[in-house]
């Protein structure tokens, strides 16, 4: 069984990085595209970017060039690599994993990202 546990979030100021992780309980080759997401009082469900199994990787326009996404295997882990932050930026982070077999996404607890201006 695949969970997840996303970690990195905090306070920072514009302008600023953060990096965050979600780290894989499980075996992470079962997971065909990891994604994030992020949630706001406004936005309930953003979805911010996508990696595949075989490294693709897609993002929302809102976040081009500034977001990376990248996975490690032997860490079983996803980065979700934040530069130039803005204060839209602010939200919750959740990545949730797509596997075969399964019509709905696995998702962890989320963290929050909070960017002062």
């Known amino acids: 069984q695949v969970q997840l546990v996303e970690s990195g979030g905090g306070l920072v100021q514009s302008g600023e990085s953060l990096r965050l992780s979600c780290v894989v309980s499980g075996d992470i080759h079962l997971i065909n595209i990891m994604n994030w997401y992020r ?60 596997l075969s077999g399964r019509l709905d996404l696995i998702w962890g607890q989320g963290t929050q990202v909070t960017v002062s201006s």
Do not use: H
């Open 39 to 98: 949630r706001t009082p406004v936005q309930p469900r953003e979805w911010v970017g996508f990696v595949s199994n075989v490294g693709d990787t897609n993002y929302a326009d809102s976040v081009k060039p500034r977001f990376t996404i990248s996975r490690d295997d032997a860490k079983s882990t996803v980065y979700l690599q934040m530069n130039n932050l803005k204060p839209e930026d602010t939200a919750v982070y959740y990545c949730a994993a797509d």
